[in-house]
């Protein structure tokens, strides 16, 4: 497939414009040319002047697409030169190490073209690789995920995990790519969407039994789906997404499989910026309460620990009809994050159950009390402490008490107040005051007929 630096030759004023630092060219009708250059990591936008002769309309860059369209034509031989994907307004084309987007009305305002290609080619040892974190990828039952922002060097790093589990662990790799422009050893094959789906594509790689898959630009919920989907089939799994650090990258997975999964399709996540790992993050499925919970009210807890200090920094459980994922925090710090969470998520219960406004205050470790207007408090309990008990339950185990307003630090006795009332004591009021202004038309009829007597 295709190599680094090697493709046929262009149309001069093409190879003019990919100057040896130009990772991205961009053609635009009726605007000058634009280049990204630079090292990975360190990408400008600038302007090429070299080639801004004026003349980049619509018609010089039909010309360019003929003629790309005959160099394509007379290397149809070469495994890395083919028509990846041609639609109405839209082809994407690989020559050699070159992705080549071409777009026209009406699925872009103008024509324009785009010419991407790869900065750099580098090994595993080119980066400062951890060796815990080497023979973790060398155990290539495993799911991985390899995140950052556009242009960090993601697809780079995975070209060069797949290589070494190629060529020096001895691993047979395949690949889910769209489009297809992951630059690897010969033998390791490279799969496109089949018939534009890649959930076709997973069904013949279960056939085909590769070690490892790489699984370029996971991206859309159903490649969420699709690489859980291989990755509980037993194939060890690379997938590249786009975040801004590990721990979204990990919110991504979170919604598209349950949560007593997670921990088995994604086991790794190895966050890049600037072309070099800025952290590896592991999880860990554990059963335990929640940091702040009590001990008998053990759950599932997925841990998610800094690699290879094995500092837990999050913790992800269900936490009441929500799913959770807390910082864990100091011990000593005043409130917890849990406890931040809980007190969230207590009056936001209580609002959406009765309607009132509450305040809550921790008063331990696992033990809160909740300040609300004194006519609502009997509800709130609930008979025999039905209902405390239950909110209790829902929280996680938290030990509840309810206090009437009037008891909350700062605030005046006087708890019945508009600004502390509940919506139903208002509505009932309002409710009352439309009555006392509206009499109704039967007890107007009564009203007369005491008067005709």
Not at 4 to 25: A, F, K, N, S
């Given at each position: 497939?295709?190599?680094?630096?090697?493709?046929?030759?262009?149309?001069?004023?093409?190879?003019?414009?990919?100057?040896?630092?130009?990772?991205?060219?961009?053609?635009?009708?009726?605007?000058?040319?634009?280049?990204?250059?630079?090292?990975?990591?360190?990408?400008?936008?600038?302007?090429?002047?070299?080639?801004?002769?004026?003349?980049?309309?619509?018609?010089?860059?039909?010309?360019?697409?003929?003629?790309?369209?005959?160099?394509?034509?007379?290397?149809?031989?070469?495994?890395?030169?083919?028509?990846?994907?041609?639609?109405?307004?839209?082809?994407?084309?690989?020559?050699?190490?070159?992705?080549?987007?071409?777009?026209?009305?009406?699925?872009?305002?103008?024509?324009?073209?785009?010419?991407?290609?790869?900065?750099?080619?580098?090994?595993?040892?080119?980066?400062?690789?951890?060796?815990?974190?080497?023979?973790?990828?060398?155990?290539?039952?495993?799911?991985?995920?390899?995140?950052?922002?556009?242009?960090?060097?993601?697809?780079?790093?995975?070209?060069?995990?797949?290589?070494?589990?190629?060529?020096?662990?001895?691993?047979?790799?395949?690949?889910?790519?769209?489009?297809?422009?992951?630059?690897?050893?010969?033998?390791?094959?490279?799969?496109?969407?089949?018939?534009?789906?890649?959930?076709?594509?997973?069904?013949?790689?279960?056939?085909?039994?590769?070690?490892?898959?790489?699984?370029?630009?996971?991206?859309?919920?159903?490649?969420?789906?699709?690489?859980?989907?291989?990755?509980?089939?037993?194939?060890?799994?690379?997938?590249?997404?786009?975040?801004?650090?590990?721990?979204?990258?990990?919110?991504?997975?979170?919604?598209?499989?349950?949560?007593?999964?997670?921990?088995?399709?994604?086991?790794?996540?190895?966050?890049?910026?600037?072309?070099?790992?800025?952290?590896?993050?592991?999880?860990?499925?554990?059963?335990?309460?929640?940091?702040?919970?009590?001990?008998?009210?053990?759950?599932?807890?997925?841990?998610?620990?800094?690699?290879?200090?094995?500092?837990?920094?999050?913790?992800?459980?269900?936490?009441?009809?929500?799913?959770?994922?807390?910082?864990?925090?100091?011990?000593?710090?005043?409130?917890?994050?849990?406890?931040?969470?809980?007190?969230?998520?207590?009056?936001?219960?209580?609002?959406?159950?009765?309607?009132?406004?509450?305040?809550?205050?921790?008063?331990?470790?696992?033990?809160?009390?909740?300040?609300?207007?004194?006519?609502?408090?009997?509800?709130?309990?609930?008979?025999?402490?039905?209902?405390?008990?239950?909110?209790?339950?829902?929280?996680?185990?938290?030990?509840?008490?309810?206090?009437?307003?009037?008891?909350?630090?700062?605030?005046?006795?006087?708890?019945?107040?508009?600004?502390?009332?509940?919506?139903?004591?208002?509505?009932?009021?309002?409710?009352?005051?439309?009555?006392?202004?509206?009499?109704?038309?039967?007890?107007q009829r009564r009203k007369s007929r005491k008067g005709r007597r």
């Open positions: 497939m295709a190599k680094h630096g090697d493709h046929p030759e262009l149309p001069q004023i093409l190879e003019d414009c990919l100057q040896e630092d130009v990772h991205t060219v961009f053609l635009k009708a009726d605007c000058p040319v634009r280049v990204k250059r630079g090292t990975i990591g360190k990408l400008k936008l600038v302007e090429l002047d070299e080639v801004n002769d004026g003349q980049w309309d619509k018609l010089r860059l039909e010309s360019l697409e003929e003629e790309l369209m005959q160099v394509l034509e007379d290397n149809n031989e070469r495994s890395d030169c083919f028509l990846e994907i041609d639609r109405h307004g839209c082809k994407v084309v690989q020559l050699g190490d070159l992705r080549i987007t071409i777009a026209w009305p009406p699925f872009a305002d103008t024509r324009e073209m785009t010419i991407v290609r790869p900065v750099a080619k580098l090994s595993l040892s080119d980066y400062d690789f951890d060796q815990k974190l080497i023979d973790r990828l060398s155990d290539h039952h495993r799911g991985v995920f390899i995140s950052g922002r556009p242009g960090s060097g993601k697809t780079t790093m995975a070209q060069a995990i797949g290589e070494y589990l190629d060529e020096q662990v001895g691993a047979v790799v395949k690949t889910m790519e769209a489009p297809r422009d992951l630059q690897l050893p010969d033998r390791i094959t490279q799969y496109a969407p089949l018939e534009g789906d890649l959930e076709k594509t997973a069904e013949i790689i279960f056939l085909v039994r590769p070690d490892f898959v790489l699984f370029d630009e996971v991206r859309r919920a159903r490649d969420f789906e699709i690489f859980a989907d291989v990755r509980l089939a037993g194939v060890g799994l690379l997938g590249v997404t786009h975040a801004n650090s590990a721990l979204e990258a990990i919110q991504r997975l979170i919604g598209k499989v349950e949560l007593g999964l997670v921990s088995q399709v994604l086991d790794t996540v190895i966050h890049v910026e600037k072309g070099q790992i800025a952290q590896v993050l592991e999880l860990r499925m554990t059963v335990k309460p929640p940091t702040g919970m009590q001990e008998e009210l053990a759950r599932p807890v997925i841990e998610v620990v800094e690699f290879p200090k094995g500092t837990v920094i999050y913790e992800m459980f269900a936490f009441g009809s929500e799913l959770a994922v807390v910082p864990v925090g100091d011990a000593d710090n005043r409130v917890s994050p849990l406890q931040a969470l809980a007190k969230e998520q207590i009056i936001q219960e209580i609002r959406r159950w009765v309607g009132v406004k509450c305040e809550v205050k921790f008063t331990g470790q696992t033990s809160a009390t909740i300040y609300a207007p004194k006519s609502m408090v009997s509800t709130l309990i609930g008979k025999g402490g039905d209902n405390i008990r239950a909110l209790q339950n829902e929280l996680g185990g938290l030990s509840l008490k309810v206090e009437p307003m009037s008891a909350w630090e700062g605030k005046s006795t006087r708890d019945d107040m508009d600004s502390d009332f509940d919506i139903q004591d208002r509505r009932s009021r309002g409710a009352r005051a439309w009555e006392g202004h509206n009499p109704s038309s039967k007890s």
